[in-house]
């Protein structure tokens, strides 16, 4: 029995589809064997998810949610996405994503991690990524466009351009600026809004806590990603029951916001650009993409990029300067490079137990 009249159903904007406020992120479910990725995505089905978020860069979560799919037999609402700025390769990776999940449409394709204004700027022009997926929509491969960024000022844009159905934003209580301007915003302008990241990133051990937070925001769906069923189970229990946050949570959450105030790296890239070409906020994210996706990644593409670049910090302290957040920068770059080096044994590249 649901103890709070907080509504527990949403319509994102525009596009009219109504969903359970508590969506599946699909980006764990690569970790573990495709059995155990199979058996979690039908239980959150049977459980009542009826909104699935996955990409084309979370290599084979869109593979084992489209078996999912075909064993449980049952309607969801599926969002994808993919980085592919021009049209022609976004077009290619919808032609992918609709083999590998299994339908002859996505209701929602999103263009992924639009991180700057010159990223939005490629996919909106002529040509871009955008006019692939008008495309897609209006042949039916697709019903709906969105779009994801971690950058709050590039939102701002996107929702006065009026160009995208729905917006997939970061907020939790450690990264609460959303809550300011670009959600009701949004909402205001009947764009759908999906919240990433309600965990910041694995940083928020307290499940209960972190998605009583997000989904206090009414208005949005909340996709947090989990690859058991146990872990689904512990989400599900906090959304079924009172969502309403009490004075004792309240006060946990202000004492984990002061532990982490001058730690959490926000992602407003405005420490950019570096001197020595470090993306900062990947190398100081490390251990939370790590925990979301495994320690594979520390040797292979833009995590490793990431690494060998912050090898290269000189301490100039310039990215300090910038940090709106005094964040002290160089200290966690060589903290989280320590880290790294645990995690691995570089004399003969295999991850450590």
Same mark, same amino acid.
């Given at each position: 029995m649901l103890k709070t009249t907080m509504k527990r159903q949403v319509t994102l904007g525009k596009t009219g589809i109504k969903v359970s406020r508590l969506g599946f992120g699909g980006i764990p479910i690569q970790r573990v064997s495709e059995k155990e990725a199979v058996d979690t995505v039908i239980h959150a089905i049977?459980?009542? !998810?009826?909104?699935?978020?996955?990409?084309?860069a979370y290599t084979t979560s869109e593979t084992r949610i489209g078996i999912a799919l075909r064993e449980t037999g049952k %309607? !969801? !609402?599926? @969002?994808?996405?993919? #980085? #592919?700025?021009?049209?022609n390769k976004m077009r290619r990776d919808i032609e992918i994503s609709l083999k590998e999940l299994q339908r002859e449409k996505i209701e929602l394709y999103q263009c992924h991690f639009i991180r700057d204004f010159d990223t939005y700027k490629k996919v909106t022009s002529k040509g871009g990524a955008l006019e692939g997926l008008l495309k897609a929509r209006d042949e039916g491969l697709i019903e709906h466009i969105g779009i994801t &960024?971690? &950058?709050l000022d590039v939102l701002n844009r996107v929702i006065d351009d009026g160009l995208f159905e729905t917006i997939m934003?970061?907020?939790?209580?450690l990264e609460t600026k959303a809550e300011e301007n670009v959600i009701p915003k949004a909402l205001a302008s009947d764009i759908g809004v999906i919240v990433m990241k309600a965990f910041s990133g694995g940083v928020? +051990?307290?499940s209960r806590l972190a998605l009583k937070y997000a989904l206090a925001l009414e208005g949005t769906v909340v996709i947090p990603g989990v690859e058991t069923k146990e872990l689904f189970d512990e989400n599900w229990g906090v959304f079924?029951? %009172?969502? @309403?946050? %009490?004075?004792? $949570?309240? $006060?946990e959450i202000k004492a984990i916001q002061g532990e982490f105030d001058k730690q959490f790296c926000r992602r407003c890239d405005y420490c950019q650009p570096c001197p020595e070409g470090i993306p900062i906020q990947h190398v100081i994210g490390i251990k939370s993409m790590v925990k979301r996706i495994g320690p594979g990644i520390l040797k292979e593409g833009w995590p490793k990029f990431a690494i060998e670049q912050a090898r290269g910090c000189t301490e100039c302290g310039e990215c300090m300067e910038r940090c709106p957040f005094e964040l002290p920068i160089p200290e966690l770059i060589k903290k989280n490079l #320590?880290? !790294? +080096? $645990? #995690?691995?044994?570089?004399?003969?590249?295999l991850i450590r137990p």
């Open positions: 049977g459980r009542g !998810v009826d909104f699935i978020d996955t990409s084309r %309607d !969801v !609402v599926l @969002a994808t996405k993919s #980085q #592919q700025h021009s049209a &960024s971690h &950058s934003v970061c907020y939790s209580f928020i +051990d307290n079924v029951d %009172d969502l @309403a946050l %009490d004075r004792k $949570e309240r $006060e #320590q880290w !790294v +080096d $645990e #995690q691995i044994d570089w004399a003969t590249g």
